[in-house]
């Protein structure tokens, strides 16, 4: 990637979390922590339905959060 496309690249991925799943909770834990947040609103770019849902149930599962009973995250298959 030349010079002036990984600039822009690299804007573009500011303030984006990604990596591994221990690499992920740890940054979000850190953003938390100093922004005093209650919440967290997660979005992917993944266009892929099936792909979509798999990054959500990693992360929860990474932040060992479950499903309210009678919720469920489906692929729309």
């Given at each position: 990637?030349?010079?002036?496309?990984?600039?822009?690249?690299?804007d573009?991925?500011?303030?984006?979390?990604?990596?591994?799943a221990?690499?992920?909770v740890?940054?979000?834990?850190?953003?938390?922590?100093?922004?005093?947040a209650d919440?967290?609103?997660v979005?992917?770019?993944?266009?892929?339905?099936a792909?979509?849902?798999?990054?959500?149930?990693?992360?929860?599962?990474?932040?060992?959060?479950?499903?309210?009973?009678?919720?469920?995250l489906?692929?729309?298959?």
């Amino acid at each position: 990637m030349a010079g002036k496309e990984r600039t822009h690249y690299e804007d573009a991925l500011r303030g984006h979390l990604h990596g591994t799943a221990e690499e992920v909770v740890e940054e979000l834990a850190e953003i938390v922590a100093l922004s005093g947040a209650d919440e967290v609103l997660v979005t992917t770019s993944t266009y892929d339905r099936a792909d979509l849902i798999d990054s959500y149930r990693r992360l929860a599962d990474a932040l060992g959060l479950r499903l309210a009973e009678g919720n469920r995250l489906e692929s729309g298959t």
